[in-house]
């Protein structure tokens, strides 16, 4: 359900929903441990109309969202590996990588996970074929 529509049904601002989100996001997210993540799928979505784009992070092994933030470049990658540190995973476990062809992505992984490879996945390699 839209945070507004809550909001508007129980009558209280739509700032104090988010805070209570993003409080309990936050405390979700305390405990997770991605030290034995080893594979990870990587691509992005547009979170509104008006391409504004959000970039998931799931621990392929686990069937789990490791990490989600904004944008679709090669920061994304940054941001993930310094999520990953702080949750006890570590880049350099990382051996595999599937994701689009995108070449931020393909850079943002050479530069910041020494030990992946890509894997282009079969959804965008599909696309390709006529």
């Not at 936050?26 to 391409?51: C, F, N, P, Q, W």
């Not at 799931?58 to 990658?77: F, L, P, Q, R, S």
Request: charged share 30%; hydrophobic share 35%.
């Amino acid at each position: 359900m839209p945070i507004q529509t809550t909001a508007d049904m129980i009558n209280v601002d739509d700032e104090k929903i988010w805070r209570i989100l993003h409080k309990y996001v936050e405390r979700a997210r305390e405990d997770i441990d991605l030290s034995k993540t080893t594979r990870i799928g990587l691509d992005e979505t547009s979170k509104a109309k008006g391409h504004k784009y959000v970039t998931c992070s799931v621990d392929m092994d686990a069937k789990k969202t490791a990490y989600v933030t904004e944008g679709k470049d090669n920061k994304t990658v940054i941001d993930f590996v310094s999520d990953l540190k702080e949750h006890h995973g570590d880049a350099k476990n990382i051996t595999d990588i599937s994701s689009d062809m995108s070449p931020v992505f393909i850079k943002g992984v050479k530069e910041n996970q020494p030990n992946a490879e890509v894997t282009f996945d079969r959804f965008h390699l599909m696309q390709f074929i006529p």
